[in-house]
């Protein structure tokens, strides 16, 4: 093992830690802690002006918001997802009360290939929840014209899409609902959280009763709601982060742009294609956020990616395998007949291959070239 300092796959986003002091003196003079306080309205109006989106409500983590979005638009049935992500994805559906349809994904994008939804669908389908995954968009167009066809909703988990941009405007404006996570591996963090994109007024109303136990005042209850809410020290915290947000998508960008040009005559490994080369909706004015760097090792590197993955370990470097096991392969999946490996090829094979580099704006130069170097010298090494 090295005795370096250990880089691990991300590391949160932080700032000085005076500069959070005033928020803090406010919460304690003010003494409002949760229940849609200041910070909390601020901060769903800063995010909606800086996410170019109308409605927004915010969640205490992206897990609950996926749970609401989905009791918000009374999905039941049967909902096609994808198996290449989170556990979070599946897990949403399974604590509604709904069987998850696994589709596979586009080989090159890896996000859920729209051919492989509309062939999935059945008499007991009634949503999709495509994944924007490590914040490329998903075929949007061709998603909605599939749910517009079969009378579908559409539920984005855009845990990973936070600023993402296409020509014309935010991709979270897409689908029924998109859901964003906060949490602190993400690109735009509140310690913990997550938000619900809303189409309009009424949905975001609903939204806000189911995320309060269902309180519209103290005493009437329209709905079995939970605790959702996001708290005051959060949303202070996310007011902060947004100050920042801009220059820590732009150090990302570097970092994306130096991994890609250090790696680019590495044998057997790829780099996975930026949205633009990927075939997202009018590239020409794509915008990306580049929250992750997830290489595919192939067949002619002379390590298997689990090897190599263990070789960086050694040497103190954390990378990590999003997104493997397959989210069709735990316990309480792998029973589903759409769990079926020859149903998910392009998805298993991606899953075998992955390994995402560590990315976080103050990841250091010297640190970056020593990644690739690792991977680049791995054939002179022992195996």
């Not at 590391?11 to 003079?29: G, K, R, S, T, V």
């Not at 689908?175 to 959280?193: Q, R, Y």
């Not at 005042?217 to 708290?231: C, F, Q, W």
């Amino acid at each position: 093992m090295s005795n370096r300092k250990p880089i691990y796959v991300t590391q949160p986003q932080m700032p000085p830690l005076e500069d959070f002091y005033p928020y803090l003196e406010q919460i304690w003079e003010n003494r409002i802690l949760t229940n849609g306080g200041p910070f909390h309205q601020q901060l769903e109006a800063a995010l909606c002006d800086y996410l170019g989106v109308e409605y927004l409500s915010l969640f205490s983590n992206g897990t609950l918001a996926l749970v609401t979005a989905l009791q918000a638009l009374r999905v039941t049935g049967e909902v096609i997802t994808t198996p290449y992500s989170f556990v979070a994805t599946a897990h949403s559906l399974l604590w509604n009360g709904i069987k998850p349809v696994f589709a596979d994904v586009d080989p090159v994008t890896l996000n859920l290939d729209p051919q492989k939804i509309e062939a999935a669908i059945t008499p007991q389908t009634t949503a999709i929840m495509p994944v924007h995954c490590y914040g490329h968009p998903c075929d949007v167009e061709a998603i909605q014209r599939i749910a517009d066809n079969y009378n579908l909703k559409v539920i984005y988990d855009a845990a990973h899409a936070f600023g993402v941009r296409d020509a014309k405007g935010s991709i979270l404006r897409h689908g029924d609902l998109s859901v964003l996570s906060f949490h602190a591996t993400k690109v735009f963090n509140t310690f913990e959280g997550g938000a619900i994109i809303c189409p309009d007024a009424r949905t975001k109303q609903r939204i806000d009763h189911l995320k309060n136990f269902g309180f519209v005042d103290e005493l009437t209850v329209v709905a079995p709601g939970i605790n959702g809410k996001m708290s005051e020290i959060n949303a202070a915290f996310g007011m902060l982060q947004l100050k920042g947000i801009d220059g820590a998508i732009a150090r990302r960008k570097e970092i994306d742009a130096r991994y890609r040009a250090l790696l680019a005559g590495v044998d057997g490994i790829d780099c996975h294609a930026q949205a633009l080369d990927a075939g997202a909706n009018d590239s020409s004015n794509y915008s990306s956020n580049y929250s992750y760097f997830p290489i595919l090792v192939g067949p002619d590197y002379p390590l298997s990616r689990d090897a190599l993955y263990e070789k960086l370990k050694g040497e103190g470097v954390f990378a990590r395998r999003y997104f493997y096991p397959l989210i069709s392969d735990f316990p309480m999946y792998r029973g589903l007949p759409s769990a079926r490996r020859d149903n998910l090829g392009a998805a298993a094979t991606a899953s075998s291959r992955v390994l995402c580099l560590p990315m976080y704006p103050e990841l250091a130069q010297a640190d970056i070239e020593r990644i690739a170097g690792l991977i680049a010298d791995q054939r002179r090494l022992p195996a």
